[in-house]
């Protein structure tokens, strides 16, 4: 019935008049999808130059506002994204921290080394309560990484019952000293983080010995809140992860199980990073857009293999780290990856959230690198002054879709053309929400044209669409500490006239709306 609906639908449009260049949108009210698990929209907060000291921590004595030595500003920010999950303490910090240094009197924890980053001292007064303590503050869920590459199964098995059981165990009874009597809830456990790299260098089969261990010995003790465990997966294209590990669930035995495979992929084009944040050209913008549009060819390559192991899509793909990865902040200290975010970097999340959300049977966590002044941030810091970037208006921009039913659209986009690179000119992704609301994101990919999009929406009567836009005077502008309102939402409507709805959508910009 409902491709009948649709079949009836797609005659209907077919020669409906439209200015040459206009994008025509189909939407089937009645047709829906998947869930947009709102846990795609989580962020990831390594200890990596000032992405949590400065920019998380200020410490409770601090003259900038905080709670418990967590500031403020950030706070605030943060729980205006309804962030679902936040994805601790690394990356590659992950596999060489050692819980128990962060745990206890600050005055008593030990100076460490952070080689990873800079060499520079980690003084570990963040650690396990401080980071519980700011999950709650801004009402998200927890996705914890053990340390495989340089820690021990016995190590995170204790990390893990010290964090949630609720029985008076040696170390329940030490949590409890420390402050915290009731067990805290884990929501994912990364097993290692890029066990193929930075995590120890490790063959795909070596890793998947590691992974057994790990899966069965960190334990989840806190019922009530179910943990799913992730995987270390695939580095981009690389398919040898994705084999040995898939391979592996399917073989395994009643004493081990996951729940989720990581991915990771930068839009980098190539290593090491040179893209410049800002200053750069048309070329340089198109490039980018493309390397992010691999994002989809390598959720359908990994999605591939994991279907001829799990065809019941048991298993998620957790794109657990992602996001741009450009030249770093001229005069930035070595290794902090501080750079700024432009209305590229707005187009850029659009795109990879639009790619996420069109996956969402498999894809069904995701992690932007990352949180606070590092990579492509939500937020900057400087001292007591905190910056909202494009890519944060983005993820504010969203929130209507956590969780919401993926609704199916047709679009005749039409190019956009710079140089020898040709991409859709209008990436779109609509969905309905809990409430029955239909909402609609445009990404005008064209940084040159105003597009206008003529939305004709089946089985709904609109009459209006209503929301926000995210535009720019140019591609590479950016929000400043002196200027911090240049790449800002502004509020957005737009009238139906007949049965189409005409959208303009400003050159290089996100719009989000609710049709109504
Ligand atoms: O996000 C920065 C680093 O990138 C992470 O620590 C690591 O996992 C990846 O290589």
């Given at each position: 019935m409902r491709a009948l609906r649709a079949f009836l639908f797609t005659l209907a449009l077919?020669?409906?008049?439209?200015?040459?260049d206009d994008v025509s949108l189909k939407i089937d009210a009645g047709a829906s999808g998947p869930k947009i698990d709102r846990n795609l929209f989580g962020q990831f907060a390594e200890h990596l130059g000032r992405g949590i000291y400065?920019?998380?921590?200020?410490?409770?004595?601090?003259?900038?506002?905080?709670?418990r030595g967590i500031r403020n500003d950030v706070v605030a920010a943060l729980r205006a994204l309804k962030v679902p999950n936040v994805r601790w303490p690394?990356?590659?910090f992950a596999d060489e921290y050692?819980?128990?240094?962060?745990?206890?009197?600050l005055a008593k924890r030990p100076a460490t080394l952070n080689?990873?980053?800079?060499?520079?001292?980690?003084?570990?007064?963040?650690g396990t309560h401080e980071f519980m303590d700011f999950v709650q503050q801004i009402g998200a869920d927890v996705y914890l990484s053990v340390n495989v590459g340089s820690g021990t199964p016995a190590e995170a098995a204790d990390w893990l019952e010290y964090l949630?059981?609720?029985?008076?165990t040696a170390l329940a009874t030490e949590r409890a000293a420390n402050g915290h009597p009731e067990p805290y809830a884990v929501g994912m456990l990364g097993l290692g983080n890029e066990s193929w790299g930075?995590?120890?260098?490790?063959t795909p089969d070596e890793y998947v010995n590691h992974l057994k261990v790990y899966a069965r010995y960190?334990?989840?003790?806190?019922?009530?809140h179910p943990m799913r465990r992730v995987a270390v997966g695939?580095?981009?294209?690389?398919?040898s992860y994705t084999e040995a590990v898939m391979k592996a669930w399917k073989n395994r035995t009643w004493a081990w199980d996951i729940e989720g495979l990581s991915l990771h992929f930068y839009t980098?084009?190539?290593?090491?990073p040179a893209y410049e944040?800002?200053?750069?050209?048309e070329a340089e913008y198109a490039s980018l857009l493309k390397d992010t549009r691999r994002m989809d060819d390598l959720i359908r390559a990994h999605g591939a293999i994991m279907d001829q192991y799990d065809p019941d899509k048991k298993i998620a793909l957790v794109v657990d780290e992602w996001g741009a990865w450009l030249a770093?902040?001229?005069?930035?200290?070595?290794?902090?990856l501080e750079q700024q975010n432009s209305q590229r970097d707005a187009i850029i999340a659009a795109l990879n959230l639009n790619m996420f959300a069109r996956h969402a049977d498999r894809v069904r966590a995701a992690n932007i690198a990352?949180?606070?002044?590092?990579?492509?941030?939500m937020i900057f810091t400087q001292k007591e002054k905190m910056l909202l970037t494009p890519t944060y208006h983005v993820f504010r921009m969203y929130v209507?879709?956590?969780?919401a039913s993926f609704v199916p659209v047709s679009v005749a986009a039409g190019n956009y053309t710079q140089g020898d690179i040709t991409l859709p000119r209008v990436d779109a992704l609509a969905a309905r929400d809990a409430a029955g609301k239909l909402w609609l994101s445009l990404a005008?990919?064209?940084?040159?044209a105003e597009a206008t999009v003529n939305v004709a929406v089946a089985g709904a009567r609109i009459s209006r669409a209503l929301g926000e836009t995210l535009a720019a005077p140019k591609i590479d502008s950016v929000n400043t500490?002196?200027?911090?309102?240049?790449v800002a939402p502004q509020p957005y409507s737009a009238k139906a006239s007949g049965k189409t709805l005409p959208l303009k959508l400003a050159p290089a910009s996100v719009t989000v709306v609710a049709l109504e």
């Open positions: 077919v020669g409906t008049a439209s200015a040459a400065e920019g998380v921590w200020v410490g409770p004595d601090s003259s900038i506002p905080n709670t690394g990356g590659c050692h819980w128990r240094n962060g745990i206890g009197p080689p990873n980053w800079g060499g520079v001292i980690e003084p570990n007064t963040f949630t059981t609720a029985q008076p930075c995590g120890g260098s490790m960190a334990r989840n003790y806190n019922a009530a695939p580095d981009s294209a690389d398919t980098v084009v190539k290593w090491p944040a800002t200053g750069f050209g770093a902040t001229p005069g930035s200290p070595q290794g902090f990352q949180m606070v002044n590092v990579l492509q941030a209507p879709f956590h969780d005008n990919l064209d940084p040159k500490f002196e200027a911090p309102s240049t």
